[in-house]
C-alpha cells in the first residue's frame, strides 16, 4: 500500500451463508479512480460494497481505510471518509427533499447534530447539482422513483466522502439523468480526486465512466482490471452465461 | 414557512397545557371562578378552604396527570423509532407488564402506600435489563429482535399478572384492577417526575437529530456515522426510564403514548426537535383533561383515566388521520 491508497483490501473472502461470493480479493482504491463492480443478480456486488464500509463482516481479509484498519475505526470517522448510495430508493415519506438531504451532512456535524448555514448551503447545491432545487420544499412521498433516486444521490454529495460507493446509481433514472448523474460523479472523481466505485449493469456506461472493473463470477471469483482490457465478449459471455455467446 | 409553523405549533401547545392545567385546577366537586383563583394566588393566599382545594387536593393530582401524559408520550415518541414500528407504544416490551406484576404482588401480600411504588420500579426495572440482556446476538440488538423478546416478555408477565390476580383476595380486586386501568387517586407532589420529565426531554433533545437519522434505518444510520448499537441502548434505556416513571407514579394508563406521537407527527411532521417537546406538551395536556374528566363526570364516583383518554384521542386522531396527510 502506498500512502496515495485510498482504500486498501487485502486477502478479502466475503460469504452470504454458505455462498462464497468473493474469495482473495485484493483491491487498492487510489484518489480519482471510478471502479464498475460487474456481476450477474446475486454475484454479491451488493455484499461486497456493503462489507467495504463495514456493513457485513468478511469471512477473512482485511480492509484498509488511509492506512488503518476499518475495524478498529469509528462510524463517525468512516462516514467522513465513505459513503454509500443503497440499491433500494428512501422511503421516509413524512421529509421533505431537503430535509433528507441534510442527514447526509449528519458526520460533519457538531455534538447534538444541529446543522448550521453552511451545512444548508451545501444541501441546496447539493439538490441543485441533482436537478431537485425547485423541489426542496415537497414531502418525499410526492417524488416519482427516478426523482427518489436523485435525492439518494445529492444525500451522499452532502456528505462529501472521500470514497462514493454507489449502488446501482442509475436505477429508476432515464437517459438524460443516467448520463448527468454519471457525469457529475466523474466530474467529481477527476477534479476533487475523489474515488468511485459503483455497481452497474449497464456496460456501456461502465465502458464510458468507469476506468476501472471488478467482475464478480457466480462461483466467487474475480478479476479485476482496466475496463478496456477487461470488458470483452469472453468475459461478459462468463460473466452472464448465454447472453454473449 | 415550515420553521415557522412548527415553533407556531409548539407556542399553541404551550398555551393548551397552560389552559388545561388551569382548568383541571379550577374544576371539581367545587367549582372555583378564574377570579377566586387569582384572588388566592395574588391576594389571599391564606384562604384556608380554597387553598386547600386548589393546592392540597388538585394541584398534586393535576400535576402528575400532566407528568405521566408528559413522560408517556415522550417514551412512546422514542420507542416508535426505536423499534421503527408506527404500533409501537412505552408498554410494548413488558416493562409496564413488570412494573405490573412487581406492584401487584406488593398488594397481594400486603404492602402498601411506598412499597407499590417501590414493587412498580423494580418490576420494571426487572423486565427492562430482561429484555436488553435475552434481546442481544453477537454483539447487536436489531430491532426486529428487540421487538420480538420484549412481546414475548411482556405476554409471559401478563400471564403472572392473571395468575396474581386469579390468586388475590375480592376486597384487594378492585384497587389493583384501578391501578392496572391507571389511578391518580391520592397523588402526591411529582418532583421526582418532574425532574425526571424536564431532564429526560433536555437529554432526548440532544439526540435530536440522531432520532431523525434513525428513522432511516439501522445500516442507513451507521454509515451517517452513528454508533448504533449506543445509540440503541441510550434510547431504551432513556423510554423505559420514562415509562418506568409513569407508571410507578399512576399505574398502566394505556394509549397516551400511542396517540400522542402520531398526533404531533401528523401535524408537525417527523423533526424530532419539535416532535419531542410536542409530544410532552400534547400528553400532558390530554391527560390532564382525561383525568380532570374522569374524576369530575360521574363526581364522586371516578372513572378509569386510560378510559376517558381514549375515548377523546380516539377521534381527534381519526380526523386528523383522515385529514391532515395523505402519507401514511
Redesign the interface.
Known amino acids: 500500500m502506498t500512502h496515495t491508497d485510498l482504500l486498501n483490501v487485502n486477502q478479502l473472502t466475503v460469504q452470504i451463508g454458505t455462498k462464497t461470493l468473493c474469495r482473495t480479493l485484493d483491491l487498492t482504491i487510489r484518489p480519482g479512480e471510478i471502479w464498475g463492480v460487474l456481476g450477474a443478480n446475486g454475484s454479491g456486488k451488493t455484499t461486497l460494497l456493503h462489507t467495504l464500509i463495514g456493513l457485513h463482516q468478511p469471512l477473512s481479509g482485511t480492509i484498509l481505510l488511509n492506512n488503518k484498519l476499518v475495524t478498529s475505526l469509528q462510524p463517525s470517522h468512516i462516514a467522513t471518509q465513505m459513503g454509500i448510495v443503497f440499491q433500494e430508493n428512501p422511503t421516509h415519506f413524512l421529509q421533505t427533499v431537503f430535509e433528507f438531504c441534510l442527514t447526509g451532512r449528519y458526520p460533519h456535524m457538531g455534538l447534538f447534530g444541529m446543522p448550521n448555514s453552511t451545512d444548508k448551503e451545501i444541501t441546496h447545491q447539493a439538490l441543485n447539482m441533482m436537478g431537485l432545487a425547485d423541489q426542496h420544499k415537497q414531502k418525499m412521498h410526492t417524488l416519482s422513483g427516478g426523482e427518489k433516486r436523485r435525492l439518494a444521490l445529492a444525500a451522499v454529495l452532502t456528505q462529501n466522502p472521500k470514497i462514493y460507493l454507489l449502488d446501482e446509481p442509475t436505477n429508476h433514472l432515464d437517459l438524460r439523468y443516467q448520463h448527468q448523474v454519471l457525469t457529475h460523479f466523474k466530474k467529481l472523481a477527476h477534479e476533487n480526486q475523489a474515488s468511485v466505485i459503483m455497481s452497474l449493469h449497464q456496460i456501456e456506461l461502465v465502458r464510458q465512466y468507469c476506468d476501472h472493473v471488478l467482475l464478480l463470477f457466480e462461483n466467487g471469483n474475480i478479476k479485476q482490471g482496466s475496463t478496456h482490457n477487461l470488458l470483452t465478449e469472453t468475459h461478459l459471455a462468463k460473466l452472464y452465461p448465454g447472453t454473449f455467446a | 414557512m415550515?420553521i415557522t409553523t412548527r415553533t407556531f405549533l409548539l407556542i399553541a401547545l404551550g398555551i393548551l397545557a397552560i389552559l388545561t392545567l388551569l382548568f383541571s385546577l379550577l374544576h371539581g366537586t367545587v367549582w372555583i371562578r378564574f377570579d377566586q383563583f387569582l384572588s388566592i394566588l395574588l391576594l389571599h393566599p391564606d384562604d384556608p378552604f380554597l387553598h386547600q382545594v386548589i393546592f392540597e387536593l388538585r394541584l398534586p393530582r393535576t400535576l402528575s396527570a400532566f407528568m405521566t401524559g408528559g413522560l408517556l408520550a415522550l417514551a412512546g415518541a422514542l420507542m416508535q423509532v426505536l423499534l421503527r414500528n408506527p404500533l409501537a407504544d412505552p408498554y410494548i416490551l413488558g416493562i409496564s407488564s413488570g412494573a405490573a406484576t412487581g406492584a401487584l404482588f406488593c398488594m397481594v401480600v400486603g404492602l402498601g402506600g411506598v412499597w407499590i411504588t417501590g414493587g412498580a420500579w423494580l418490576g420494571s426495572l426487572t423486565a427492562i435489563l430482561l429484555v436488553l440482556f435475552l434481546s442481544r446476538h453477537k454483539s447487536s440488538r436489531s430491532a426486529a429482535r428487540l421487538l420480538l423478546t420484549g412481546i414475548a416478555l411482556a405476554s409471559g408477565l401478563s400471564a403472572l399478572i392473571s395468575f396474581i390476580l386469579v390468586i388475590s383476595p375480592d376486597p384487594l380486586l378492585r384497587g389493583m384492577v384501578f391501578w392496572l386501568l391507571g389511578d391518580l387517586d391520592g397523588a402526591r407532589m411529582p418532583l421526582v417526575e418532574a425532574c425526571v420529565l424536564g431532564g429526560g426531554l433536555l437529554i432526548s433533545?440532544?439526540f435530536?437529530?440522531?432520532l431523525?437519522?434513525f428513522?432511516?434505518g439501522e445500516?442507513?444510520a451507521?454509515?451517517?456515522?452513528?454508533?448504533?448499537p449506543r445509540f440503541q441502548v441510550s434510547i431504551y434505556l432513556l423510554s423505559s426510564l420514562f415509562t418506568a416513571t409513569a407508571v410507578s407514579l399512576a399505574g398502566c394508563i394505556g394509549f397516551v403514548g400511542f396517540i400522542v406521537p402520531h398526533l404531533v407527527?401528523l401535524m408537525a411532521?417527523?423533526?424530532h426537535r419539535y416532535l419531542l417537546p410536542g409530544s410532552v406538551l400534547l400528553g400532558g395536556s390530554l391527560l390532564t383533561l382525561a383525568d380532570t374528566i374522569a374524576r369530575t363526570l360521574m363526581a364522586p364516583q371516578q372513572l378509569p383515566i386510560g378510559m376517558i383518554m381514549s375515548l377523546l384521542g380516539v377521534p381527534i386522531f381519526l380526523v386528523l388521520l383522515r385529514y391532515t396527510?395523505?402519507?401514511y
Do not use: E, P
Not at chain 2, 451507521?222 to 448504533?228: A, F, K, P
Open positions: 415550515m433533545l440532544c435530536a437529530n440522531a431523525n437519522i428513522t432511516h445500516k442507513q451507521q454509515t451517517l456515522g452513528m454508533n448504533v407527527r411532521g417527523y423533526d396527510h395523505d402519507s
